[in-house]
C-alpha cells in the first residue's frame, strides 16, 4: 500500500512539474537582438499593467506573472517603463548586437513616492499613493530561472 502511494505521488509530481514546463521561443535571427522584458508576481498588491518603451515608442504592456519578447535591430536602445511619478530606475540605456539576447526584469516600486492622507503623516488612511515601475537588465543565468512559469503577452 505504501509502495502505490508512493508512486502516485511521483507520478502527480512528474505530471506537476511537466504541466508547468514552457519553452522559451528560440533566438533572434543572426542579423537581429533579443530583448525579453518579463515581470514576476507581485504578491499581496492589486495587480496593475505598465508600459513599456524602446527609445521612446511603445513596444507592449506587461501585468504581473507576464513576459514579451521583442527583436530589434544591433544598436543602442533607451528602455522605459510608464509610473505615476518619476523614478530613477524608470529608463535604462543598453546596446545590443547581433545574435544577442538580453533580459530585462520589469518590478513595481512599493512605497515610492508621496502619500496623501488626510490626517496628515501621522493618521488617516492613505487615499492616493502612486504606483511606480523600474527596470534592470538580469544576467540570463538568473532571468531564464525567474521566468519559468510566466505567461507570454504580445
Not at 533572434?28 to 525579453?36: D, F, G, P, T, V
Not at 508600459?51 to 521583442?70: H, T, W
Request: net charge positive.
Amino acid at each position: 500500500m505504501n509502495r502505490a502511494i508512493f508512486l502516485v505521488a511521483l507520478l502527480f509530481a512528474f505530471v506537476s512539474a511537466t504541466a508547468g514546463a514552457q519553452t522559451m521561443p528560440g533566438p533572434a535571427s543572426a542579423a537581429q537582438a533579443r530583448i525579453y522584458f518579463y515581470r514576476g508576481a507581485d504578491p499581496g498588491v492589486v495587480a496593475g499593467w505598465t508600459r513599456v518603451f524602446l527609445n521612446d515608442a511603445k513596444v507592449g504592456d506587461i501585468g504581473e506573472s507576464s513576459y514579451f519578447y521583442r527583436d530589434v535591430a544591433p544598436g543602442a536602445y533607451k528602455i522605459g517603463v510608464s509610473s505615476d511619478v518619476p523614478y530613477p530606475d524608470q529608463y535604462r540605456n543598453v546596446t545590443v548586437v547581433p545574435g544577442s539576447t538580453i533580459y530585462v526584469q520589469v518590478y513595481r516600486v512599493p512605497g515610492y513616492g508621496i502619500q496623501y492622507s488626510p490626517g496628515g503623516f501621522s493618521g488617516g488612511p492613505v487615499i492616493y499613493q502612486p504606483t511606480v515601475f523600474g527596470n534592470r537588465v538580469v544576467p540570463p543565468a538568473a532571468a531564464i530561472p525567474a521566468m519559468t512559469g510566466l505567461a507570454p503577452v504580445n
